[in-house]
């Protein structure tokens, strides 16, 4: 199951208390004191690991603590330190106070571990406090009592290319196409209910994430179907590819890409203005392509083409600077017949590349 919020309580270990107490052998005389210090409380850490890509753990869990220190005892023996909770989650992970919304951590590389509450010192037995005026003291501190902190998590999947179309107009059966990643592909919409992550290789050594988002459709941010709740998952990433159908039924292209960028920008100002490129799909089922890719380039000013139905911002070695308004290229496609697929992929990861995104 996909779970990528979740709600839960974090507690530390409470800190041991000291001993007091005396030495008592035979033979020794006046033996004084001898209580050892308590162990100190259990830390709370976070640690982010690629194993795992889901917060299902997490949910329905209202407490994680770690463990309390032992108590200090006799001949100057120090109590055993609580053992540490450690948390494991996916990259992407955003730790967030639920009180007062503060961003606590941002989890995103694999392996990276972070101290989030600390647990409580143990306290001091009694031979810490001997001195020529009490040799005799019956006094141990106790231990410091445990933090505790109400937290979110929301996991923002990492990826360097994220899509964003309406339903049923090739996501899918593009990134099963071109990486490793293997979604549901049906001819219904909203097939894609999760987010799906896929490698996408270029070449023997070279490659990039693509990041699969269930469908947008018009009214998304008043909470119409699936996509608003998962636009999270694609403010990581680095480039957004627009995917629109050339042979939908009821919009046309630039209708679909105008409805698009007016729901991303109500989700967020940010993610509107993100670099993109438009990709228009399903070639395979419309007969005048070329046609509605003139119509359409006409809004940008695209310099220079790869080919006749793939046309790029600005000359083919030249990807610096290209303006957020205008996409990096416009390419007509069609993942079912492979067409324009591999040009698709080595243009997406040139601009990753050359512009250090």
Not at 300 to 312: G, P
């Amino acid at each position: 199951m996909f779970v990528d919020h979740a709600k839960f309580t974090i507690r530390s270990g409470k800190g041991g208390a000291g001993c007091a107490s005396f030495r008592r052998e035979k033979f020794v005389e006046l033996g004084g004191p001898d209580g050892g210090d308590g162990g100190n409380g259990g830390n709370v850490y976070f640690q982010a690991q690629n194993n795992t890509h889901t917060l299902a753990f997490y949910s329905g869990k209202r407490l994680l603590k770690a463990g309390s220190g032992e108590q200090g005892s006799s001949r100057k023996k120090h109590g055993k330190k609580g053992e540490d909770l450690v948390l494991i989650v996916p990259p992407g992970t955003s730790v967030i106070d639920a009180d007062s919304g503060e961003l606590l951590l941002d989890m995103i590389n694999d392996g990276e571990k972070k101290l989030i509450l600390k647990g409580g010192k143990g306290g001091l037995g009694n031979v810490h406090f001997k001195n020529s005026v009490n040799q005799a003291p019956t006094y141990a501190q106790p231990g410091e009592p445990y933090s505790e902190l109400n937290l979110r998590l929301e996991l923002k999947s990492i990826a360097d290319v994220g899509l964003v179309g309406f339903p049923n107009v090739g996501k899918s059966t593009l990134i099963s196409t071109i990486s490793n990643a293997k979604p549901e592909i049906a001819n219904y919409e909203f097939t894609t209910i999760t987010p799906k992550l896929g490698r996408v290789n270029v070449g023997e050594f070279d490659g990039f994430i693509m990041a699969d988002i269930p469908g947008i459709i018009g009214g998304a941010s008043e909470g119409k179907g699936l996509g608003l709740a998962f636009l999270k998952h694609i403010e990581r990433t680095k480039i957004l590819l627009f995917m629109l159908d050339l042979a939908h039924p009821g919009m046309d292209v630039k209708e679909q890409f105008a409805a698009l960028k007016t729901e991303l920008g109500k989700f967020s100002s940010e993610l509107a203005l993100r670099p993109f490129a438009i990709a228009l799909t399903r070639s395979d089922a419309c007969k005048n392509a070329s046609e509605i890719l003139a119509d359409f380039a006409g809004n940008f000013e695209m310099k220079a083409k790869l080919k006749d139905d793939f046309l790029l911002a600005k000359n083919e070695d030249d990807f610096s600077n290209t303006p957020t308004s205008k996409p990096f290229f416009i390419a007509v496609i069609s993942a079912a017949i492979s067409h324009n697929i591999d040009e698709l992929k080595y243009q997406l990861f040139a601009q990753i590349s050359s512009q250090n995104l």
